[in-house]
């Protein structure tokens, strides 16, 4: 069962934008630690960016300036900004939460104990 829902995936080329949005359900919904994973074929799922509410925010390196991870009505939902989209930006692109415990920022995808289903992203060159 998934606890939380993606959207807003779709196919773009390359330096298009894409607004992915994220939904929990009323289980996760008071986690505060929430992140944006992604996983390509035939690769391990990588950590994209993470956000505690207003305590704080933070994005890979491989997306740093293009992409941006942001909270919404009083930080029940998730959004994930991305522009400039590359062709390597292709994948499918998971929400996850997590308690977040004695801290906040990490990319660990074991480290996050509710995830969604995803939303595919494509990009074109």
């Known amino acids: 069962q998934a606890h939380l829902v993606e959207s807003g995936g779709g196919s773009v080329q390359a330096g298009g934008s894409l607004r992915l949005s994220c939904t929990p359900s009323?289980?996760?919904?008071?986690?505060?630690?929430r992140g944006w994973f992604r996983q390509a074929p035939g690769k391990e799922r990588e950590g994209v960016a993470v956000?505690?509410?207003?305590?704080?925010?933070a994005v890979a390196d491989s997306v740093k300036g293009r992409f941006t991870i942001s909270q919404g009505d009083g930080e029940k939902f998730t959004y994930l900004e991305m522009n400039g989209l590359k062709p390597e930006d292709t994948a499918t692109y998971f929400c996850a939460a997590r308690d977040c415990g004695g801290w906040w920022r990490t990319f660990n995808p074991a480290d996050y104990n509710y995830w969604g289903q995803g939303t595919q992203v494509t990009v074109s060159s």
């Open positions: 956000i505690y509410g207003s305590f704080g925010a």
């Open positions: 009323e289980h996760v919904v008071g986690l505060r630690c």
